[in-house]
Nanobody, 120 residues
Framework: QVHVVASGGGLVQAGGSLRLSCAAS????????MAWYRQAPGNERELVAT???????NYADSVNGRFTISRDNANNTMYLQMNSLKPEETAIYYC??????????????WGQGTQVTVSP
């Protein structure tokens, strides 16, 4: 089995920073693309940042320059460093990882989500 767990959310004042983590564990052969999404109350889930490979990153326009996505391949962990946070970025943040298991089955796995609350 493969497990993906997101953590690091919390309450922060506007302008503050948080670092989210997404750890994958279990019967992993390889981890391919990884990404962070977020969903605010009443809104659809939106893409925040992606790591299509170890050498490239992509960001939503709204976070570009303030958020940094990164990956620690040795520990099967992905991070999202969020700076200059805004109240409208209050949401549940989800990580997504495309993982090939040791059984050579590939699928996308979602972490359980971590709440980020940015106060004015």
């Amino acid at each position: 089995q493969v497990h993906v767990v997101a953590s690091g959310g919390g309450l922060v004042q506007a302008g503050g920073s948080l670092r989210l983590s997404c750890a994958a564990s279990g019967s992993i052969f390889s981890i391919n693309a990884m990404a962070w999404y977020r969903q605010a109350p009443g809104n659809e889930r939106e893409l925040v940042a992606t790591l299509p490979s170890s050498r490239s990153t992509n960001y939503a326009d709204s976070v570009n320059g303030r958020f940094t996505i990164s990956r620690d391949n040795a520990n099967n962990t992905m991070y999202l460093q969020m700076n200059s946070l805004k109240p409208e970025e209050t949401a549940i943040y989800y990580c997504n990882a495309q993982i090939t298991s040791t059984a050579r089955s590939t699928r996308a796995y979602w972490g359980q989500g971590t709440q980020v609350t940015v106060s004015p």
